[in-house]
C-alpha cells in the first residue's frame, strides 16, 4: 500500500506563511510526477502545484507569484511553501503522485495515489 502522508497543516492569519510537507517513497519522490491539490469546503478538488521528476514545476495560474513547490530527494519529502495566505486559500491541501513520465500537467486524472490530506485554514 502506497504511503503519502501529509503534514505542516494548521491556522493562519491573512498574509502569513506556511509550509507543507508530504512523506513519500522514495521511489515515488526521485521517478515521479509529484502534485499539490486542494478542496475547500463545498468546492471541487482543484490543482495547485506539479513538479515533475526532472524538477520543472508548474502552477495553477492564480496561484503563481504566492506558491512554491519542491521536494527534497534525498529526504524524499515534498513541499509546498505558501506565502501571503488569504481566506480563500482555506482549504484541505493533498499530495498526490504519478508514473506519468512526460509533462507533470495539474490534472487530477494522471494521480492515482493520494494522501489523507491537511487542513489550512486562513482567518482574516
Known amino acids: 500500500q502506497v504511503h503519502l502522508m501529509e503534514s505542516g497543516g494548521g491556522s493562519v492569519q491573512a498574509g502569513g506563511p506556511l509550509r507543507l510537507s508530504c512523506a513519500a517513497p522514495e521511489y515515488m519522490t526521485n521517478n515521479y510526477c509529484l502534485g499539490w491539490f486542494r478542496q475547500a469546503p463545498g468546492k471541487e478538488r482543484e490543482g495547485v502545484a506539479t513538479?515533475?521528476?526532472?524538477?520543472?514545476?508548474r502552477y495553477a495560474e492564480s496561484l503563481k507569484g504566492r506558491f512554491t513547490i519542491s521536494k527534497d530527494n534525498a529526504k524524499y519529502i515534498l513541499y509546498l511553501q505558501m506565502n501571503s495566505l488569504k481566506p480563500e486559500d482555506t482549504a484541505m491541501y493533498y499530495c498526490?503522485?504519478?508514473?506519468?513520465?512526460?509533462?507533470?500537467?495539474?490534472?487530477?486524472?494522471?494521480?492515482?495515489?493520494w494522501g489523507q490530506g491537511t487542513q489550512v485554514t486562513v482567518s482574516s
Open positions: 498526490a503522485a504519478s508514473p506519468i513520465s512526460g509533462y507533470c500537467y495539474i490534472d487530477q486524472s494522471h494521480f492515482g495515489y
Open positions: 513538479i515533475a521528476r526532472d524538477g520543472n514545476t
